[in-house]
């Protein structure tokens, strides 16, 4: 069990990842969003989403997507590396 906060306890092998929930699976959602290349970046110390839930979450919708955890990077990485983020997303575009 991975401890969210004290009163939120989630676990870490969650299978729905919340993208499920926003776009809905009825109309096939999720196949369509998951044949999309995706890019999964975070931060590590992360303290609102723990960075193991967070990349299976990814991993489970985009299980081809490559995965970069950012060490000393919390939830703004935008803010906390912004340079790295942004080389990052642009190699990325650069090869899908």
């Given at each position: 069990?991975?401890?969210?906060?004290?009163?939120?306890?989630?676990?870490?092998?969650?299978?729905?990842?919340?993208?499920?929930?926003?776009?809905?699976?009825?109309?096939?959602?999720?196949?369509?969003?998951?044949?999309?290349?995706?890019i999964g970046?975070?931060?590590?110390?992360?303290?609102?989403?723990?960075?193991?839930?967070?990349?299976?979450?990814?991993?489970?919708?985009?299980?081809?997507?490559?995965?970069?955890?950012?060490?000393?990077v919390g939830?703004?990485?935008?803010?906390?590396?912004?340079?790295?983020?942004?080389?990052?997303?642009?190699?990325?575009?650069?090869?899908?």
């Amino acid at each position: 069990m991975v401890q969210l906060d004290a009163d939120r306890p989630i676990r870490a092998d969650h299978q729905k990842p919340g993208l499920d929930r926003a776009i809905g699976d009825e109309a096939g959602g999720t196949e369509v969003l998951a044949s999309k290349p995706a890019i999964g970046i975070f931060g590590e110390e992360d303290r609102a989403i723990p960075v193991d839930y967070a990349v299976a979450s990814f991993k489970g919708m985009f299980p081809n997507g490559p995965v970069v955890r950012l060490p000393g990077v919390g939830s703004f990485l935008q803010e906390d590396a912004p340079e790295a983020v942004a080389s990052m997303i642009e190699l990325f575009i650069q090869s899908s």
